[in-house]
C-alpha cells in the first residue's frame, strides 16, 4: 500500500492522520463540556426543565464524544516513542514534563469525576453532581491549556539550553511554559472550541427548529448556540489577526507561505485572495489580490515592506501550496460563520429568531464547519513550522525512531482502518443522537431518573410512579 | 544536591503509577475478558456497567506511566519504545476498540454483539501485548548509543509470550474475583465458579514466570539466589504463598472480598518481585536508572507537581469508588 515512501514520511503521515482525528474530539468536548456545565447550573438556579433536558441530552453526545477523545489521545501520548524517539530522547525533558502535569492535573481530573457526572445525579445529590460537571469543564480546559503551551514550545521554544549529548535542558520553565505563542495559541483555540460546539448545538437546534418550531427545548439550545456565535465569532477573528502578527514575527516563513509571498515586496505587500501555489517557479499562478492589504493587516501598514520567500534558504521552506489553502479554507469560513452570526443577530432584533427558516436551513449547513476551520487552522500552523519539529533548532527528518518503512506503512494502515471503523461508527452514532428530537430523550429521561429531592437520595417507594408524573 | 536521589524516586512514582495501572485497571480488562464466557446478554451489560464509572480513570494511569517515562526518563522512553514497537502499536488499537465499546454498545441493537466483541477482543489484545511488553523488558532490550539496536521481532519469545498468557490470565482473575464482590445471585455465582479456573491458571502461570526469570540473566539469579540478598528477596515468595493461600480459602468460603485483595496482592507481589531483579536498571540489561534520567531540572519540575497533585488524584479517585460503592443495581446506568 505504501510502497516507495520513506519511514519519515509515513511516519509524518501516521501522526498528521492520528492528531487529526484526535484534535476534532476535544474541539467538541471542550466547548460541549463548558456548555454542559452552564446548563446544569441554569438549571438549578431557575428549575426551568429545558434546562435539565437540554442536559441530559447532550450529556450522552458528550459521553461518546469524550469516549473517542479519550482513546484518540492515548495513542498520541504514546506516538512520540514509538515514531519519534529521537524527538522523545532530546526534546522530552523540556515538553515531557509539561505533558504529565497535563495528565496529573486535567487527564485525571476529567476521568475521576466524568463517571459521577455521567451516572452520579442520584448518588451524590444536585450540589454534588454540579461540582462534577464543572470540574469536567475546567479539566478539559486546564488539558488544552498545558497541550498548547507544548505545542507553542515547538513554534516558538524558549527558556532552555542545550547539553552535551544535544538533549533540550530546560533552564526557566516560566519561559517555556509561557512561550511567546502560547498565549494566542490558547485563546484562539480554545475559541475555536466553543465556536465548533455553538455550530453543531445551533444546527441541531435548527433542525429541530425546522420540524417543530414550537418545541422550548430546541427555540432554547438555537438561542443560546446564536448568542454564543454572536460573541465568539468577532473575538475569534481578532484573536486570528493578533496570532498572525505574533507568528510573522517568530516564524515568518510561515506567514509567507500562508499569504503566498514568493517575492519580497518593498512597499506594501498584496492580499492574495486566491492563486494557485507555483513550487517550480516560485510564484502564485492565477492570483487574485488587493494591492497593500496585506501589509496593512500584518503591520497596520499599508506600505510597511514585507519580505518573501526569495529571502528563505530552500530548506528551510514550508510546504506553501498546503499551508496557503488551509489558510484561506480556516479564514473562509471564519467569515462564513460572522455571517451566520450576523443574520442571527439581525433576526433576533426583528424578533423572528424562531421563524427565520432560511436562517435555520444555513444553520444547518454550517454544523460542520467548525471541524473542518479547525482541522484547516492546525494544518495551517503545523505544516507551517516545517522542516522542523522544534522550530529552528530541530528537523523532523532528525527527529524519527530508528525505525524501517514496512514497519510504518504496516502500523499506519491498521491506523487507518481501525479509525474510519471506530470513528466512522462513532459518527453515525453521533448524527442519530442528535438526529433524535429533545422531546424524545426527555421522555426517557424523565422515566430513568424520576424527580430530583432535595437530599438527593429517592426512595424506591417514591420512584415507582414515574410515568404518571411525566405524562 | 538531590542529583542522584531525585532519579530513583522517579523511578519509585513510575513504578507506582504502573503497578496502580495494573492494580486498577486490569479487572476491567479481566471483565472484557470474561464477556465470551456468558451468552446473557443482561449478564454482560451489569457486568460492564460495574465498571463504567471508573473504568475512564483507571486507564489514565496508564497515560501517566509513558507520560511520566516521556518527562523524566526520555531515554528510557525513547528506547523502550521502538523495541516494542508492534506490541505497544498493538495494545493502543485495542484499548481503541475496548474504549469506545462502553458508549457504542448501548447505542445500537443491531450492531451489539460487535460492540460485545471488541469488547473482548480489545481487551484480549491489550492484556496480551501488556504481558509481552513485560516480558521483553524482562528478557532485556539491546541499545546502541542512544537508540534502540535489535530487531523488529526480538519481543516475540517463549517467556514473552508465556508472560503475555499468565498476564491475560491474570487479568481475567481479577475481574472474576470483581464480579463476584460487585454482583449478586446467580451472575455473582457465574463468576465465582470462573474465579476459580482463573485463579488456579495464575498461579501456575505465575511460578512458571518466576521459575524462568532467574536463568534469563545472571544479575536476576544473584538476586534470587546469592547469600545474603536471598534473604531479603525470600520474603517475596512467602508473602506469595500466603495470598495464594488467602485466596482459595476466600474462593471455598464464599467470601466477596477477600479473594479480591488477595488476586490484587498476587500481582503487586509479583510486581515487586520483578523490581527485585530489575534495580538498580530502568531498562536491563545496560540502561541504569541514573543513566535514563532527564536532568535535574525537569525531574524536579515535574516533582513538585507529583507529590501535590497524585495524593489529590487518589482522593478523589477513592471518593469516585466510594460514590459507586456496594453491589450493582442492575436497574441503573444511564444509558
Not at chain 1, 33 to 60: I, M
Not at chain 1, 437 to 460: L, M, N, Q, W, Y
Not at chain 2, 43 to 72: I, K, Q
Not at chain 2, 270 to 296: E, H, K, N, Q, R
Request: aromatic share 14%; proline share 5%; with cysteine.
Amino acid at each position: 500500500m505504501f510502497d516507495g515512501f520513506s519511514a519519515e514520511l509515513l511516519a509524518r503521515f501516521q501522526f498528521a492522520f492520528t492528531v487529526s482525528f484526535h484534535i476534532i474530539f476535544p474541539a467538541f468536548s471542550i466547548g460541549l463540556a463548558s456548555y454542559l456545565a452552564v446548563l446544569n447550573a441554569l438549571w438549578l438556579k431557575t428549575g426551568n426543565e429545558t434546562y435539565k433536558v437540554l442536559f441530559e441530552y447532550w450529556k450522552k453526545i458528550f459521553a461518546v464524544a469524550f469516549a473517542m477523545g479519550v482513546v484518540s489521545g492515548i495513542v498520541m501520548s504514546y506516538q512520540f516513542g514509538t515514531n519519534w524517539s529521537v524527538f522523545s530522547d532530546l526534546a522530552g525533558p523540556v515538553i515531557g514534563p509539561l505533558m504529565a502535569y497535563e495528565v496529573l492535573s486535567a487527564f485525571f481530573l476529567e476521568a475521576g469525576f466524568l463517571g459521577i457526572m455521567l451516572f452520579g445525579r442520584e448518588r451524590v445529590g444536585p450540589g454534588l453532581h454540579m461540582l462534577a460537571t464543572a470540574v469536567v469543564a475546567f479539566g478539559t480546559l486546564l488539558s488544552a491549556t498545558w497541550i498548547l503551551s507544548v505545542n507553542s514550545w515547538m513554534h516558538t521554544p524558549a527558556g532552555f539550553s542545550i547539553n552535551e549529548v544535544g538533549q533540550f535542558v530546560p533552564e526557566d520553565w516560566w519561559a517555556i511554559v509561557f512561550n511567546p505563542s502560547f498565549p494566542y495559541r490558547l485563546v484562539h483555540m480554545v475559541l475555536a472550541a466553543y465556536l465548533t460546539t455553538a455550530l453543531v448545538v445551533g444546527a441541531v437546534g435548527a433542525l429541530h427548529l425546522l420540524r417543530d418550531r414550537y418545541d422550548m427545548a430546541s427555540r432554547k439550545m438555537f438561542s443560546m448556540a446564536m448568542w454564543m456565535l454572536i460573541v465568539t465569532t468577532p473575538l475569534q477573528i481578532v484573536a486570528g489577526d493578533f496570532h498572525g502578527i505574533n507568528t510573522l514575527e517568530h516564524q515568518p516563513a510561515k506567514i509567507m507561505a500562508m499569504e503566498g509571498h514568493y517575492k519580497s515586496y518593498e512597499d506594501g505587500a498584496p492580499l492574495y485572495l486566491f492563486g494557485i501555489p507555483n513550487a517550480e517557479e516560485k510564484r502564485l499562478d492565477y492570483a487574485v489580490a488587493i494591492p497593500k492589504l496585506g501589509s496593512f493587516i500584518l503591520k497596520h501598514d499599508f506600505n510597511a515592506p514585507m519580505p518573501g520567500l526569495d529571502t528563505i534558504p530552500d530548506d528551510e521552506e514550508p510546504p506553501v501550496a498546503i499551508v496557503f489553502f488551509s489558510f484561506r479554507i480556516m479564514v473562509g469560513l471564519g467569515f462564513a460563520m460572522l455571517g451566520l452570526a450576523g443574520w442571527a443577530l439581525v433576526q433576533r432584533l426583528r424578533g423572528r429568531i424562531y421563524e427565520a427558516t432560511w436562517l435555520h436551513r444555513a444553520a444547518v449547513v454550517m454544523g460542520p464547519t467548525g471541524f473542518i476551520a479547525v482541522l484547516a487552522g492546525w494544518v495551517t500552523t503545523e505544516v507551517g513550522r516545517q522542516p522542523y519539529t522544534v522550530y529552528g533548532l530541530m528537523r523532523t527528518s532528525d527527529s524519527l525512531s530508528p525505525i524501517e518503512a514496512p514497519a510504518v506503512a504496516a502500523s499506519l494502515t491498521a491506523f487507518i482502518i481501525v479509525y474510519f471503523f471506530v470513528f466512522g461508527a462513532g459518527t453515525y452514532y453521533l448524527l442519530r443522537m442528535m438526529y433524535k428530537p429533545v422531546k424524545e430523550i426527555s421522555k426517557k429521561a424523565f422515566r430513568d431518573e424520576g424527580p430530583i429531592r432535595t437530599s438527593g437520595i429517592t426512595p424506591i417507594a417514591q420512584r415507582l410512579p414515574r410515568d404518571e408524573e411525566t405524562a | 544536591m538531590f542529583g542522584f536521589e531525585l532519579s530513583f524516586i522517579w523511578a519509585g512514582i513510575i513504578a507506582f503509577a504502573v503497578l496502580t495501572y495494573v492494580v486498577l485497571d486490569g479487572f476491567d480488562l479481566g471483565i472484557g475478558l470474561l464477556f465470551p464466557l456468558t451468552d446473557d446478554e443482561e449478564e454482560r451489560s451489569v457486568m460492564m456497567n460495574s465498571v463504567s464509572p471508573v473504568w475512564d480513570g483507571n486507564e489514565t494511569w496508564l497515560v501517566l506511566g509513558g507520560g511520566g517515562l516521556f518527562a523524566v526518563f526520555p531515554l528510557a522512553y525513547a528506547i523502550v519504545m521502538p523495541a516494542l514497537y508492534m506490541p505497544i502499536i498493538l495494545m493502543l488499537l485495542a484499548l481503541v476498540f475496548r474504549g469506545v465499546a462502553f458508549e457504542y454498545r448501548w447505542r445500537t441493537e443491531r450492531w451489539k454483539p460487535l460492540w460485545d466483541m471488541a469488547f473482548f477482543g480489545g481487551s484480549l489484545t491489550a492484556a496480551m501485548c501488556q504481558g509481552i511488553a513485560l516480558g521483553a523488558l524482562v528478557q532485556g532490550i539491546e541499545i546502541e548509543g542512544r537508540a534502540y539496536a535489535g530487531g523488529w521481532w526480538d519481543w516475540l519469545t517463549p517467556f514473552s509470550v508465556l508472560c503475555g498468557v499468565a498476564v491475560t490470565i491474570g487479568y481475567a482473575m481479577l475481574g472474576a474475583t470483581w464480579l463476584n464482590m460487585k454482583l449478586e445471585g446467580r451472575i455473582q455465582r457465574h463468576m465465582h465458579s470462573l474465579a476459580w479456573p482463573f485463579a488456579i491458571g495464575t498461579v501456575i502461570c505465575m511460578g512458571a514466570v518466576s521459575i524462568w526469570t532467574p536463568f534469563l540473566d545472571s544479575v536476576y539469579f544473584s538476586r534470587w539466589f546469592s547469600w545474603p540478598q536471598a534473604a531479603w528477596s525470600a520474603v517475596v515468595p512467602v508473602l506469595l504463598a500466603g495470598a495464594v493461600a488467602g485466596l482459595f480459602f476466600g474462593l471455598r468460603k464464599k467470601q466477596e472480598v477477600r479473594p479480591f485483595l488477595c488476586a490484587q496482592a498476587l500481582f503487586v507481589l509479583g510486581f515487586i518481585g520483578i523490581g527485585i531483579s530489575f534495580y538498580p536498571m530502568m531498562v536491563p540489561p545496560s540502561l541504569s536508572i541514573v543513566d535514563a534520567a532527564a536532568p535535574d531540572e525537569s525531574l524536579r519540575f515535574a516533582l513538585v507537581g507529583t507529590v501535590v497533585l497524585v495524593p489529590m488524584i487518589l482522593i478523589y479517585t477513592a471518593y469516585a469508588y466510594w460514590v459507586f460503592r456496594g453491589k450493582v443495581d442492575p436497574a441503573e446506568g444511564y444509558h
